[in-house]
């Protein structure tokens, strides 16, 4: 067989993991047509740039980054060559036509949903600047045309379970970027678990962006997944990302209290501590109902923690309001969080509300809020020094003899060891602890 010409693909990703996913997807779909991913975009043959439309600013740093790849392209051109540039991901959903008009220089546009249609659209390309815009909602076909055998890139792995929302929160872009909540069939998630595990992976994340509505065609929700998932010899951490805290139902629960391998960390969005903002918000759950989720799974799983989304300066949110979400975040503790200023979103129902909030408090705000949940994220690794924790160990260290791996708690644990203990999961004794580390000695007998 004659090899095919060797092109250069550069990849780059912006957004949730869904995004970095569906990135290694896209490699994979590419890689038969003779596509090798490259590290920089200089003389790269194809540059996707997968992106995210959720606040405004990541929507405008694609932009930016198209001016620079405009110019490589052009450079490219002038020696002879040629780049192809294709945008992908939720910008390419919600404003494919408005990124053809505003950067010309972009030869494909390409929704979340159309990826298997990769290598046609850029043979099209190729020939002529035709058809450009590919953007539709078939999730099962999608899924359908995937290629099974992945390549992972290491011993942890996402798997996607579920994609869309239909929860329409006021503020949030992802049930038009996304389309509809689409779950696949077990069985098929199943396979490809077990095809992953047969290459050496030890730890899979479930992604949606609704995951623990997760429901596939026979009926089959997260929890008996976990379940079934957990049976795979070899396969030893399960993961899932990211919940809504009204699809917390009771099988979950138990499913935390019985499946050793669900990890007792969770990602559960609150957003607000005032029960009028979730309201304009339509999160769907209050205040009480959230901290009731959080009781039951931690009353399933005593050693659980928790992580969440905060939006400030949503739209009508006074001092008070603020108040009372910092008065949750105490309440509640979190070992991590991610916040944002509220960004106004063309479409959403929030968008177009009175009492639209000064950028300055926004910021005030958000800093107020980062304090606090940072400090509760040094004193949880702070809690974490002398004891001992099961840690996967996933790559090697920046010096030799040195590994990274991951506590149950997703934090990254720096400890000396040898490579080739890359994949075990091993007991470590927690020596000390940063922001976003934590260092470790393993325990004597494997050192
Ligand atoms: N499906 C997930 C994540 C959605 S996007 C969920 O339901 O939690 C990730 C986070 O971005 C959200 O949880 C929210 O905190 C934030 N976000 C979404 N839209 C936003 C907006 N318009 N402005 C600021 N933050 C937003
Ligand atoms: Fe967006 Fe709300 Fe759906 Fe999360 S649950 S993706 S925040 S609409
Ligand atoms: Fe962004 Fe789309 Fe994910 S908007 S957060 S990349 S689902």
């Known amino acids: 067989m004659t090899e095919l010409p060797r092109k250069k693909l550069f990849i780059k990703t912006y957004g949730c993991q869904m995004n970095v996913h569906d990135s290694e997807r896209m490699a994979d779909v590419l890689r038969p047509f003779g596509y090798a991913i490259s590290d920089t975009p200089d003389d790269a043959d194809l540059v996707v740039l997968n992106t995210c439309h959720i606040r405004e600013k990541a929507t405008e740093k694609v932009y930016s980054e198209l001016g620079r790849v405009k110019a490589l392209k052009i450079a490219k051109a002038e020696a002879g060559g040629e780049m192809i540039i294709a945008v992908a991901g939720c910008v390419a959903q919600a404003e494919g036509e408005e990124i053809m008009k505003r950067q010309t220089a972009v030869d494909l546009v390409i929704g979340p949903q159309s990826y298997h249609r990769l290598p046609e659209l850029i043979a099209r390309a190729h020939r002529a600047r035709g058809e450009r815009l590919a953007a539709d909602f078939e999730a099962e076909e999608k899924f359908d045309a995937l290629p099974a055998d992945r390549q992972p890139a290491g011993v942890t792995a996402f798997l996607t379970i579920q994609e869309g929302c239909d929860r329409f929160c006021t503020f949030c872009v992802v049930p038009y970027t996304r389309g509809a909540e689409f779950s696949r069939p077990a069985a098929a998630i199943e396979a490809e678990a077990r095809s992953l595990v047969a290459r050496g992976v030890r730890e899979v994340t479930l992604l949606g962006q609704n995951v623990n509505a997760y429901r596939d065609p026979d009926g089959v929700g997260?929890?008996?997944?976990?379940?079934?998932?957990?049976?795979?010899?070899?396969?030893?951490?399960?993961?899932?990302?990211?919940?809504?805290?009204?699809?917390?139902?009771?099988?979950?629960?138990?499913?935390?209290?019985?499946?050793?391998a669900l990890m007792p960390y969770l990602h559960l969005p609150v957003q607000s501590g005032s029960d009028r903002i979730l309201k304009a918000m339509n999160r769907a759950h209050t205040v009480e109902t959230y901290l009731k989720a959080v009781e039951r799974i931690r009353a399933a799983r005593p050693d659980l923690a928790l992580s969440s989304d905060f939006i400030v300066g949503f739209p009508g949110e006074t001092d008070a309001d603020f108040?009372?979400?910092?008065?949750?975040?105490?309440?509640?503790?979190?070992?991590?969080?991610?916040?944002?200023?509220?960004?106004?979103?063309?479409?959403?129902?929030?968008?177009?509300?009175?009492?639209?909030?000064?950028?300055?408090?926004?910021?005030?705000?958000?800093?107020?809020?980062?304090?606090?949940?940072e400090a509760q994220q040094r004193a949880f690794n702070a809690a974490q020094v002398g004891r001992s924790l099961q840690i996967l160990v996933e790559r090697p260290g920046r010096h030799t003899g040195q590994v990274i791996g991951r506590s149950p708690y997703l934090q990254a644990v720096h400890c000396e060891g040898a490579t080739n203990l890359i994949g075990s999961i091993v007991p470590v004794t927690i020596v000390g602890a940063a922001h976003n580390s934590l260092t470790g000695r393993l325990a004597l007998e494997l050192a």
């Open 222 to 260: 997260l929890a008996d997944l976990a379940r079934r998932l957990a049976r795979i010899p070899g396969l030893a951490r399960i993961r899932y990302t990211t919940s809504h805290p009204a699809d917390l139902d009771d099988d979950l629960v138990r499913a935390h209290a019985e499946v050793e």
């Open 323 to 373: 108040e009372a979400t910092l008065g949750l975040i105490q309440d509640v503790g979190f070992a991590s969080a991610f916040s944002f200023k509220y960004s106004r979103r063309p479409g959403t129902p929030a968008a177009s509300m009175g009492g639209q909030i000064d950028e300055a408090v926004k910021t005030e705000r958000l800093a107020r809020l980062q304090a606090l949940v």
